[in-house]
């Protein structure tokens, strides 16, 4: 399936973040807004894209290319009559679809399930589909938004000035061939607008609504639609496995470093690389057993914790994510908690020569080993059916950052033994109530 993009206007009330550049490629947290809709697109599936431009499209093709970057296809259509109504910009591209295709606004950022769940419906012939809000969010502008009533499923009217109306345009569609039949009557009649080809097929009966229900979606017009637009998107990262360290503590932090990363071009793989440089910097303070080494390689802990939530952060941010990356950071979290924790041992035993240490040390290891083995299986299940505090890495890095700061590195080391081979034994009881999810 394709998706045809429309990019051609101006965006006079976004010109203090555009400058000198046309609106699609205003960045938003290290990428522009025509990316973050090629990849969202990207990520249900679509592949191919067609992209109306006109004011300043020479810098857009410049950017976007062929698409081989972005691992899509591109093709452009120039509309050197942008300043017209976007039903025009429509219609420009009509013959390169002659099959059901998805519609979508440069300006318009959203959640891929809302294209997921979109290409799943069987479309009827000659029929089109847009995606309303029937409860929009209060950072949504009411005043500027297109305005449609729907009635069993159907549109009956769309317009910026309509009083009578129960949802709003999301600016996504689904649409066939026959819109631009219903674009070519609308303009006859002195209406350019994609509203109005979107009434002609309403009159006919052949224009479906489709709710967006909870998902994600905003259109970045203005100055303070894209200050929204960077809060949520921050504010979407947080994760439901985040334990109360990471959500309290690690997360606002990291966010805040993230924001700046991901305006540079490093990958999520070096940021782990960092973060485990970070760790491995930690076990040789912890080694020397001093005091002051001791507390900073606490710190020091603590900080490649924080740093270790960026490389997911920017991977989410800048649509990089991938299951090697994910295993890859966990990979060095392993060894980043093996050489800490051998590190305190170690520094430990050679001021106070006591050989009991090591089996303290054996215990947090392994417990902390088997805390983060046993946390893929608990997350997945139950924290999905009710709400627990998660003993996680966060807790217990901050635990040792704790420790090596009050200069206790042996009780340090026999909490986190009890602590998470507890909390391990205690998932398996929990997991051994749902044995049929362990099995898939």
Not at 275 to 294: E, K, N, Q, R
Not at 414 to 421: A, I, S
Request: positive net charge; proline residues 2%.
């Amino acid at each position: 399936m394709k998706a045809l993009i429309i990019a051609a206007g101006k965006g006079t009330r976004l010109r203090m973040l555009a400058k000198d550049r046309p609106k699609p490629l205003v960045r938003l947290l290290g990428l522009s807004l025509i990316e973050r809709v090629i990849l969202t697109a990207r990520e249900s599936g679509i592949n191919e894209f067609v992209i109306v431009i006109g004011y300043l499209g020479d810098k857009i093709k410049e950017k976007l290319g062929d698409g081989r970057d972005y691992k899509v296809k591109i093709e452009y259509v120039e509309n050197e009559e942008w300043e017209r109504g976007n039903g025009v910009s429509v219609l420009k591209a009509k013959k390169h679809f002659k099959e059901n295709f998805v519609l979508l606004m440069a300006d318009h950022i959203f959640d891929a399930s809302i294209l997921k769940r979109l290409k799943k419906i069987d479309l009827n012939e000659n029929e089109c589909i847009l995606v309303v809000d029937k409860s929009p969010q209060e950072y949504i502008d009411l005043g500027d938004a297109t305005k449609v009533k729907t009635k069993d499923g159907y549109i009956q009217d769309i317009g910026k000035k309509i009083k009578d109306y129960n949802c709003i345009d999301c600016g996504i569609f689904f649409l066939s061939p026959s819109i631009f039949k219903a674009l070519e009557e609308s303009i006859e009649h002195g209406d350019e607008t994609l509203s109005g080809g979107i009434r002609v097929l309403a009159r006919k009966g052949k224009m479906k609504s489709f709710d967006v229900n909870d998902n994600f979606w905003i259109d970045i017009d203005t100055v303070s639609s894209y200050k929204a637009a960077e809060k949520i998107l921050c504010k979407r990262l947080l994760k439901k496995t985040d334990g109360p360290v990471s959500r309290y503590l690690n997360r606002p932090l990291s966010i805040r470093i993230s924001k700046i990363l991901v305006r540079f071009n490093i990958k999520p793989n070096l940021i782990s690389l960092i973060s485990f440089g970070i760790s491995f910097l930690a076990f040789l303070l912890f080694c020397l057993g001093d005091y002051l080494y001791v507390a900073t390689g606490g710190i020091l802990s603590q900080i490649s914790s924080i740093v270790d939530g960026c490389d997911g952060e920017v991977a989410r941010l800048k649509f990089q994510g991938s299951k090697y990356g994910a295993w890859f950071d966990a990979v060095l979290d392993r060894y980043a908690d093996a050489l800490i924790i051998l590190g305190m041992v170690y520094g430990w035993w050679s001021i106070h020569s006591e050989v009991c240490i090591w089996i303290v040390g054996f215990f947090a290891m392994m417990g902390s080993f088997m805390n983060s083995y046993t946390a893929i299986k608990y997350d997945e299940v139950l924290l999905k059916r009710r709400e627990n505090v998660r003993v996680g890495r966060d807790l217990r890095l901050f635990l040792i950052m704790v420790g090596a700061l009050l200069g206790q590195i042996y009780y340090t080391l026999f909490v986190l033994g009890v602590l998470t081979n507890f909390v391990s034994l205690r998932r398996i009881f929990l997991l051994k109530k749902y044995k049929e999810v362990l099995n898939e």
